[in-house]
């Protein structure tokens, strides 16, 4: 250990960069214990532990947190009364990312350029900031329980289904389905299961169906 005329503290080195310096080449070079067993650490690397001694990754390095009970990473604005925002694990509920300050969506960006976001009525929105049918990108509605696909100028979804003829889409009232939209023999039908089980399929020609059996 070193003092320099300063008075900065030099650890594990010859100079002090900082008012305290600690160079450690391996292992923990920072360690804090309570008696109950609580550690803060910071290992050599750029590991920070809170809750364990030993932080450890599946991908590169960082900041573990553990604790018995729900483990939390919390980050806030304190401007504007506060907007905190909270990552942790619980057993009880699972991992969750949760906004505690109000009128503030959850926003998710790629290349400092947004993707998504949740706002604050639960809608999720891709490719768009606006709930608006009329305007371009995808939106979960959770105000109409609905789904919204919009595209300028281009397709606005797909849906398939691979290897075998059948339903692609299938309509229910309740729980009941009361229309399908699928394929068969690589041609379009659209068919109802009401009484005679009625459809059209468009082919080379145009099939009705009638008692499951279809018909020019």
Same mark, same amino acid.
């Given at each position: 250990?070193?003092?320099?005329?300063?008075? =900065?503290?030099?650890?594990?080195?010859?100079?002090?960069?900082?008012?305290?310096?600690?160079?450690?080449?391996?292992?923990?070079?920072?360690?804090?214990?309570?008696?109950?067993?609580?550690?803060?650490?910071?290992?050599?690397?750029?590991?920070?532990?809170?809750?364990?001694?030993?932080?450890?990754?599946?991908?590169?390095?960082?900041?573990?947190?553990?604790?018995?009970?729900?483990?939390?990473?919390?980050?806030?604005?304190?401007?504007?009364?506060?907007?905190?925002?909270?990552?942790?694990?619980?057993?009880?509920?699972?991992?969750?990312?949760?906004?505690?300050?109000?009128?503030?969506?959850?926003?998710?960006?790629?290349?400092?350029?947004?993707?998504?976001?949740?706002?604050?009525?639960? =809608?999720?929105?891709?490719?768009?900031?606006?709930?608006?049918?009329?305007?371009?990108?995808?939106?979960?509605?959770?105000?109409?329980?609905?789904?919204?696909?919009?595209?300028?100028?281009?397709?606005?979804?797909?849906?398939?289904?691979?290897?075998?003829?059948?339903?692609?889409?299938?309509?229910?009232?309740?729980?009941?389905?009361?229309?399908?939209?699928?394929?068969?023999?690589?041609?379009?039908?659209?068919?109802?299961?009401?009484?005679?089980?009625?459809?059209?399929?468009?082919?080379?020609?145009?099939?009705?169906?009638? =008692?499951?059996?279809?018909?020019?």
């Amino acid at each position: 250990m070193r003092i320099d005329s300063s008075g =900065n503290v030099a650890i594990g080195n010859t100079s002090a960069g900082a008012k305290l310096d600690i160079r450690q080449d391996s292992g923990t070079a920072i360690r804090c214990e309570d008696g109950s067993g609580g550690y803060f650490v910071v290992q050599h690397g750029g590991s920070v532990g809170i809750g364990t001694s030993s932080p450890t990754f599946t991908t590169g390095s960082g900041l573990e947190i553990q604790r018995d009970g729900p483990a939390t990473l919390r980050i806030e604005d304190t401007g504007s009364s506060g907007k905190p925002f909270e990552i942790y694990s619980d057993d009880a509920e699972g991992y969750v990312l949760s906004g505690i300050g109000s009128g503030m969506p959850m926003i998710f960006k790629t290349i400092s350029t947004e993707a998504m976001r949740i706002d604050t009525s639960q =809608n999720v929105l891709v490719g768009t900031t606006s709930t608006s049918t009329a305007t371009q990108g995808i939106k979960l509605r959770s105000d109409l329980d609905a789904i919204a696909a919009v595209a300028d100028g281009q397709v606005s979804g797909y849906f398939g289904r691979l290897n075998s003829d059948g339903d692609i889409l299938n309509f229910r009232k309740d729980s009941t389905t009361v229309g399908s939209i699928g394929t068969n023999g690589g041609a379009f039908y659209i068919s109802s299961p009401y009484g005679t089980d009625s459809g059209l399929k468009f082919a080379s020609s145009i099939y009705c169906a009638i =008692n499951n059996y279809w018909s020019k």
